[in-house]
């Protein structure tokens, strides 16, 4: 391997693009059935759009389903979807593709601190490997936490192991991602 010559972008744009296009091809899929937690994030996306109390999203809480819920979510992603909902509903496509930009970022971010460690045929591997996980696909476009949570864990990593003394810059955005 010592003979390849990596180049960055190429390395960056061969790790990402087949993960975007495989996550883009997915939305219509739309949510599984079993999977029930992006409508309580839209949900209170809508409620926020429309002005109303935060945890007004029409969940009933029974004491016959104590394992659904609970009634309220943290508030993270829903404000980050209520201005998208404000434009285009719910249902609009603008929604999938954030998602996905998360999804790519968590990509980038995870290969990008291998990249500052490794050799680039890791941090490649480790990108690619990310994106081409079924369910990494497919949750790419919906919209839930964990690929979001997921590009702000590996984004406070890397600004946390970054060589050099602390400054205040770095210490509000390790807060300000955390």
């Not at 930009?101 to 990008?112: E, I």
């Amino acid at each position: 391997m010592s003979g390849i010559r990596w180049d960055r972008r190429a390395i960056w744009i061969a790790m990402l693009i087949p993960f975007a296009a495989l996550a883009l091809l997915r939305i219509p899929e739309g949510p599984r059935f079993d999977e029930g937690d992006y409508a309580q994030y839209l949900l209170h996306a809508r409620a926020l759009a429309e002005g109303r109390d935060y945890r007004e999203t029409g969940f009933i809480p029974t004491r016959h389903n104590w394992y659904i819920g609970p009634p309220s979510s943290p508030p993270g992603l829903p404000v980050v979807l209520a201005p998208l909902v404000v434009i285009g509903g719910v249902r609009t496509l603008l929604i999938p593709w954030v998602m996905v930009a998360f999804a790519l970022a968590f990509a980038s971010l995870a290969a990008r601190y291998f990249a500052e460690r490794e050799a680039a045929p890791l941090a490649f591997a480790v990108g690619l490997t990310v994106g081409l996980q079924p369910d990494i696909q497919h949750f790419a476009s919906q919209s839930i936490t964990d690929l979001p949570f997921a590009a702000f864990v590996w984004g406070v990593l890397l600004l946390c192991d970054r060589p050099g003394a602390w400054s205040w810059r770095r210490t509000i955005a390790i807060t300000g991602l955390g």
